[in-house]
Antibody, heavy 120, light 108 residues
Framework: QVQLVESGGGVVQPGGSLRLSCAAS????????MHWVRQTPGKGLEWVAF????????YYAEFVKGRFTISRDKSKNTLYLQMNSLRAEDTAVYYC?????????????WGQGTLVTVSS | DIQMTQSPSSLSASVGDRVTITCRAS??????LAWYQQKPGKAPKLLLY???RLESGVPSRFSGSGSGTDYTLTISSLQPEDFATYYC??????????FGQGTRLEIK
């Protein structure tokens, strides 16, 4: 069965960096687009970034553009999110999500999430 | 960006009730709409996509309809496990992918 397991969350100071990982199993990782989505109590669900199945196209939400980088390693079946210049408003639970086969821009499987807290 | 507005924001209902949640897009999205259910402390779960197509394994009491800018999620007969928060999401014009603000369904 499909499994997505995030790791790498934690507490970081404003301006700091963090790298999230998402280990994928149960499907052919290299065949599907992948996303990061975050959730805050105040703003609900927010899409963060997408990477195409082959890694050749990447899209970002405006509020992370230039600060976050999505990447993937097909040899490790792992998705990453490098987060730099973190701000208090980036505090959220970050989910990795698999793009659906029918269309890559909705999500048929989600991980359990990893909490990122940006605070001094 | 396409804005998604859900109504109501919260809803109280009883087991066995028929419930409808509405999602309105700021422009037409050609049925490129998904619905998710989220329970506390858990990740969202896909219920429907393409506005009305039921995801595999989702009970048939869930249904979706709509066109253009207006869409609905209907639960025909509420079960105890259906009390959760529901989100709509458009994927017609991406990026960005956008979500509704959620509808919390509570037990009356």
């Amino acid at each position: 069965q499909v499994q997505l397991v995030e790791s790498g969350g934690g507490v970081v100071q404003p301006g700091g960096s963090l790298r999230l990982s998402c280990a994928a199993s149960g499907f052919t990782f290299s065949s599907y687009g992948m996303h990061w989505v975050r959730q805050t109590p105040g703003k609900g669900l927010e899409w963060v970034a997408f990477i195409r199945y082959d890694g050749n196209n990447k899209y970002y939400a405006e509020f992370v553009k230039g600060r976050f980088t999505i990447s993937r390693d097909k040899s490790k079946n792992t998705l990453y999110l490098q987060m730099n210049s973190l701000r208090a408003e980036d505090t959220a639970v970050y989910y990795c999500a698999k793009g659906a086969a029918v269309a890559p821009y909705f999500f048929d499987y989600w991980g359990q999430g990893t909490l990122v807290t940006v605070s001094s | 960006d396409i804005q998604m507005t859900q109504s109501p924001s919260s809803l109280s209902a009883s087991v066995g009730d028929r419930v409808t949640i509405t999602c309105r897009a700021s422009q037409g999205i050609s049925n490129s709409l998904a619905w998710y259910q989220q329970k506390p402390g858990k990740a969202p779960k896909l219920l429907l996509y393409a506005a009305s197509r039921l995801e595999s394994g989702v009970p048939s009491r869930f249904s979706g309809s709509g066109s253009g800018t207006d869409y609905t999620l209907t639960i025909s007969s509420l079960q105890p496990e259906d009390f959760a928060t529901y989100y709509c999401q458009q994927y017609h014009s991406t990026p960005p992918i956008t979500f509704g603000q959620g509808t919390r369904l509570e037990i009356k």
